[in-house]
């Protein structure tokens, strides 16, 4: 099969099997939600977490694929990566959070729905190889989020919350596109291959509406990734939305933006580099200072996770910056030890709240005595965000800084070394509430569900667990990484020693 | 009977005061143009071009600016035609005709809806921040940027010519058939969105009256 | 033919009216309209070099049908949320809006 123009076109819609049954088990779940009342409350999440184990699966046939389906969406380690990493935030959170959304989300069966919509979403954003699967990607994660952030019950705060998202979603989705269509005008097309061809050939005359719509994809990405000049909705929504919804803004959704990022910024424009690299080094260091600065101040701990997580992603912004083999696959691993202490966190904040019903930072005291196994992952997932050795983050945060320095932006990791020991501070002020401070009123012991067992145990584990043996992670982001850059792996004989990597040239930004 | 009713009266005042600006704005306008034109400055298309620009702009700065949320809507209208002209400009036929059909038929009642929706009650509404000279300071930054972008690039050799309605349908429903799947989950989650966010003091309603 | 830069800086204009509407408007439906604004300029663009620069491939047409079609979902999405926050508290404007601070 040809298409308009004579390319050849891959059409084995086997390759979208993950996508296919993610999409079929949303209108499933909404399906058994509508017509069988019987079903109770236990089907959707049931269904949903059966769709999201049968993905993952579908998803592991695709390992070393390379191979694209109709010249649309390429599937390759990148993509697989990003698959397998979106759908595990999805079963965690369904066995996680589940009993949250039953008591505080208004339409759970819609909930979840949306879940799977919005991975097929954060999918295609990591997998597309034209701009508009890639817009349209944006678009359907967006959509989902801006409903799912909405749907608080009994919560006065989740509506407004949903409507400045949307709002400033919108404009954000605008800029993007006003730059897309620049970048489409200088490039003359839509692919991403046929863009970077296009833009290393000559571009004389061209320049300004090139760096136009570089500032304007940049502004309209760092929207999605809440960075720091247009970061202003990120609190206001991690705070009104119901908590799995936060746990999932900051997980898939960050993720998700990083992946288009390095699809982007490493591959069709990637010959501009001495365009956009000056304006990625602002955004992260912008993002590192404020999102740290500002974290200090918050006493809600959602409004806290936001600004911590608003710095996270200056720190990942930072491997943007020097994108090459090498800080691509800082990133990845970066970004996954990142999702797992943050998800754990997510968790434990969720069983917290299902208990007490309360998310302020004050009312964390004495949470040693009255549940200490929740303190302690909380404590953990803490001590990882703000890189303590032995732990996921300590691991992650060394490989990226290692990879930025490298790359020739060591004042940036000065940024993000001093950015991190702020951090520390206002971390250490919930671990102190938990541990040094005597419980508020009732003081006996209580424990959590089963589930909140399995996914809050199950993450503590792989914290500890990358934070001691980091180099399956490594090995994995690796190859991610490689099917990104066409050049040889990273590390050639990656699986060991992982930090001691030995450093092949970065083939962009060696200026 | 329907003496009684404000309306007519309101519709004669916005049809005679938007007639009457119209002619004075476009009066002249015209005039310009067809002078210019005789004296074969321009070409006919240009004629329609600059028509249709100063509808759109027009449009566009009585949308936000003008402090009747109703006008505004009105005069979305005016710039989104306008646009669907510009399209016919650009050789692209089925766009214009999607234009209106989408906005037209669909955006612009949406938001008259909308505004009756929220606007039941005669509150004082503020419109406008008090940011305005900020804001207008980004905007006129913002035209002046991409005005001088788009002039001063040299965009090569160019051609242009009229994409024939079968060539347009296979590239669409051809090539790129999986965005158009994709469009198909986006438009189920907006119709959710909208179902849930509607539905939900009477879902509350009906769960109270069941307890 | 009519130059392509008009195009461009008829889009340039609009677009730059739809960000300041954005920036100086206060109810939240004359902010969806100014999005609107900017999307019109956005299409404007992508048909522009479509027919200009990219005669035989034209995806630029087929990006703005998709750009009307996710404008026109955007404004029932929105509006829905809009509703629902007036009937919580009976009102429409994003600074009236404010239980969480900016």
Not at chain 1, 331 to 341: D, K
Not at chain 1, 372 to 383: E, R, S
Not at chain 2, 109 to 122: C, H, R, S, Y
Request: net charge neutral; proline share 4%.
């Amino acid at each position: 099969m040809t298409d308009f123009l004579g390319n050849h076109l891959n059409l084995n819609v086997g390759l979208l099997l993950p996508e296919i049954i993610l999409a079929v088990g949303s209108v499933l779940v909404v399906f058994l939600d509508m017509f069988w009342e019987k079903a109770g409350r236990g089907s959707a999440p049931l269904v949903t977490f059966l769709t999201l184990i049968a993905a993952g699966v579908a998803s592991a046939s695709d390992i070393d694929a390379v191979d694209d389906f109709a010249r649309m969406v390429s599937i390759d380690n990148f993509t697989t990566f990003f698959r397998f990493m979106f759908i595990g935030v999805g079963i965690m959170l369904v066995i996680g959070g589940w009993e949250y959304v039953d008591k505080h989300v208004n339409h759970p069966a819609e909930f979840y729905a949306l879940l799977l919509l919005s991975t097929v979403g954060a999918i295609f954003m990591a997998s597309a190889r034209d701009l508009l699967i890639a817009y349209l990607g944006i678009e359907v994660l967006s959509f989902s989020l801006y409903i799912a952030v909405s749907l608080g019950k009994n919560d006065n705060r989740a509506g407004e919350a949903g409507l400045k998202y949307v709002l400033l979603g919108g404009v954000a989705s605008a800029m993007l596109l006003y730059g897309l269509s620049l970048l489409y005008g200088v490039a003359g097309s839509t692919q991403y291959g046929d863009i970077a061809g296009a833009l290393q050939g000559d571009l004389t005359g061209l320049h300004m509406p090139l760096i136009l719509g570089l500032t304007l994809i940049v502004s309209g990405l760092g929207f999605k990734v809440s960075a720091v000049p247009f970061h202003m909705w990120a609190p206001d929504a991690y705070e009104g939305a119901p908590m799995p919804v936060t746990a999932y803004l900051s997980a898939t959704s960050k993720g998700a933006t990083l992946a288009l990022f390095l699809r982007w910024f490493g591959g069709p424009l990637l010959p501009a580099i001495g365009d956009w690299q000056w304006m990625m080094a602002v955004i992260a260091t912008l993002t590192m200072v404020f999102g740290n600065l500002i974290a200090l101040q918050q006493h809600n701990v959602k409004r806290l996770l936001a600004y911590s997580s608003i710095a996270q992603g200056g720190f990942m912004l930072m491997a943007v910056t020097t994108v090459s083999d090498i800080s691509a696959s800082a990133l990845l691993v970066h970004l996954g030890g990142y999702v797992i202490t943050n998800l754990a966190l997510f968790l434990a904040i969720i069983q917290f709240y299902n208990r007490t019903g309360k998310e302020e930072i004050t009312d964390f005291a004495g949470l040693s005595r009255t549940n200490p196994y929740l303190a302690v992952v909380i404590t953990a997932g803490l001590f990882s965000l703000a890189g303590m050795p032995l732990l996921a983050g300590f691991f992650t945060k060394f490989i990226l800084f290692q990879a930025v320095v490298q790359g020739g932006f060591l004042w940036l990791v000065v940024v993000a070394v001093v950015g991190s020991t702020v951090s520390l501070f206002y971390y250490l002020q919930v671990i102190r509430q938990m541990y040094i401070y005597e419980p508020v009123g009732d003081a006996s012991r209580w424990t959590i569900s089963g589930s909140g067992y399995i996914a809050t145990g199950v993450l503590l584990a792989a914290i500890v667990f990358v934070g001691i043996q980091g180099a399956p992670l490594y090995t994995v982001a690796d190859r991610a990484a490689f099917a990104l850059f066409d050049g040889a792996p990273v590390a050639a004989a990656a699986g060991h020693a992982a930090p001691a990597a030995p450093a092949a040239a970065p083939k962009a930004g060696g200026h | 009977m329907f003496a009684r009713l404000p309306l007519p009266s309101q519709f004669d005042r916005i049809i005679i005061t938007g007639g009457l600006v119209g002619v004075m704005v476009m009066g002249p306008i015209l005039i310009a143009l067809v002078t210019l034109y005789m004296m074969s400055r321009i070409t006919g298309g240009e004629v329609v071009f600059y028509l249709a620009s100063v509808v759109v702009l027009g449009g566009a700065i009585a949308a936000v600016s003008l402090s009747n949320l109703v006008h505004s809507a009105l005069s979305l209208i005016a710039t989104l035609m306008g646009v669907a002209a510009i399209y016919l400009m650009l050789l692209s036929e089925f766009l214009a005709l999607v234009q209106i059909l989408v906005y037209g038929g669909g955006v612009i009642i949406l938001v008259i809806f909308g505004l009756m929706l929220t606007n039941a009650q005669d509150d004082p509404v503020v419109l406008d921040g008090s940011q305005k000279p900020f804001a207008f300071g980004v905007g006129a930054m913002i035209c002046g940027l991409f005005v001088a972008a788009a002039l001063l690039a040299q965009w090569g050799p160019l051609e242009a010519n009229l994409v024939p309605f079968p060539d347009f349908g296979k590239r669409l429903f051809g090539d790129y058939g999986l965005p158009i799947i994709i469009v198909a989950f986006l438009l189920d989650i907006a119709f959710t969105g909208a179902l849930v966010n509607a539905r939900r003091a009477e879902h509350a309603g009906s769960k109270e009256a069941a307890k | 033919m009519i130059p392509l830069q008009n195009f461009l800086v008829l889009s340039a204009l609009l677009f730059g009216i739809g960000f300041y509407g954005v920036l100086a408007r206060r109810s939240a439906i004359l902010i969806l309209i100014s999005v609107e604004i900017m999307l019109a300029a956005v299409a404007i663009n992508f048909i522009a070099f479509a027919t200009y620069r990219d005669p035989k491939a034209f995806s630029g047409l087929v990006f703005a049908l998709f750009v009307i079609a996710v404008a026109a979902a955007e404004v029932g999405l929105a509006l829905g949320i809009v509703l629902r926050l007036f009937r919580e508290r009976r009102t429409a404007n994003v600074d009236e809006a404010s239980s969480l601070k900016w």
